[in-house]
């Protein structure tokens, strides 16, 4: 009769609608463990950031270390060839040198100050970037998990949704479903609704 495919068909338009919610969560538990894997690994980038910065500055004063050395040496070698100056032009001669040498030794001095300054600084930032990355990534593990939970469930559900409404279609008139399906590709689930005391439940109208 009428009323009894008007009843199955709401029925179906019911599991149909909790397919539809059911696919669409289906879809964004992926998406959203993409999405938080994506600001963990973000963390992760800063931390590799933080330590090749350090990793860097630590070679830059290891040869900053190399220079101070070399212009100690000849410091101490010109300041030994000094006392053996002849002549005050050879004298006034080695100062200049010692004195250029000094400048130069004073200038790597002032560079080993400020990258140790910066170690320090990035060393600090370091910890932080590290611990935070560990944060994110407990936060993010319990979340892959209970997304995961969540998703296997969701598709569990999805499967007898399937079954329910190939059970409910299996004897239903094929005109009316035909045009059942018509109006949901062109509306959506939501295109068919009950009549309730004669008004259209979708637009309340007579």
Known sequence: SVRRTLKDLLKLREVDQDLQRIRKRCTECPSLIEKHKRDY????YLVEAKTKAIADLKVEMRQREVDLKSCEERIAKLSAQLLEASTNQEYAAFQEQIQRINDEKGEYETQILETMDNLESIETELREAQSEHSIRE????????????????YQAEAVELEKKRTELIYNF???????????????????????ENRNCSGCYMA
């Open 138 to 153: 407990t936060e993010f593990k319990e979340l892959k998990s209970s997304l995961e939970s969540d998703l296997t469930q």
């Open 41 to 44: 690994e973000s963390e992760g």
């Open 173 to 195: 008139d094929p005109e009316a479903l035909r045009s059942y399906e018509r109006v949901v590709a062109a509306l959506g689930s939501d295109g068919i609704v009950p009549i």
